[in-house]
């Protein structure tokens, strides 16, 4: 058998020893791969709206409020709004009377889409470079 034979031979040979790979195959393959048996990832933290929201920066206005509410608003009117702010700027004090600060307002406007015809007086944006500047972190 010649040695052109054997040299052919070898190549089909499954017990032949590999030939190294080249230096840019090696990084490629030392990556993570991922695994179909691999386990399933935990389920994502619940949002923290309060670390959320401490991202953004207010700038109140002082002199004037954007929202103003009637004196003595309605319970159930006002309970609306508690549980809907997303802000959580309407509370219930301990002794059970209706708290507002205008202050952290987000601008969403949904007060005003739920009780802009009952409890709320005013409803406007904040004036020019007042308000709330989102931050995305
Ligand atoms: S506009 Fe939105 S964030 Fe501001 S007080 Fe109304 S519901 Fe709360």
């Not at 549980?83 to 507002?100: D, I, M, Q």
Request: with cysteine; proline share 9%; net charge negative.
């Amino acid at each position: 058998m010649s040695d052109a034979l054997r040299e052919g031979d070898s190549k089909g040979d499954p017990q032949a020893t590999p030939q190294a790979a080249p230096r840019d195959a090696c990084a490629v393959s030392a990556a993570p791969q991922a695994s179909p048996q691999a386990a399933p990832q935990a389920s994502p933290s619940p949002v923290n709206v309060d670390a959320w929201l401490a991202i953004d920066r207010y700038e109140v206005d002082e002199e004037q409020a954007h929202i103003v509410l009637a004196a003595d608003p309605a319970h159930e009117e006002f309970a609306k709004l508690v549980r809907l702010c997303p802000a959580a700027l309407y509370r219930f004090n301990e002794e059970g009377r209706p708290s507002f600060d205008y202050a952290g307002c987000l601008e969403c406007g949904s007060c005003r889409i739920a009780c802009g015809d009952t409890i709320i007086q005013q409803w406007r944006y904040p004036a020019a470079s007042k308000g709330v500047q989102y931050r995305f972190g």
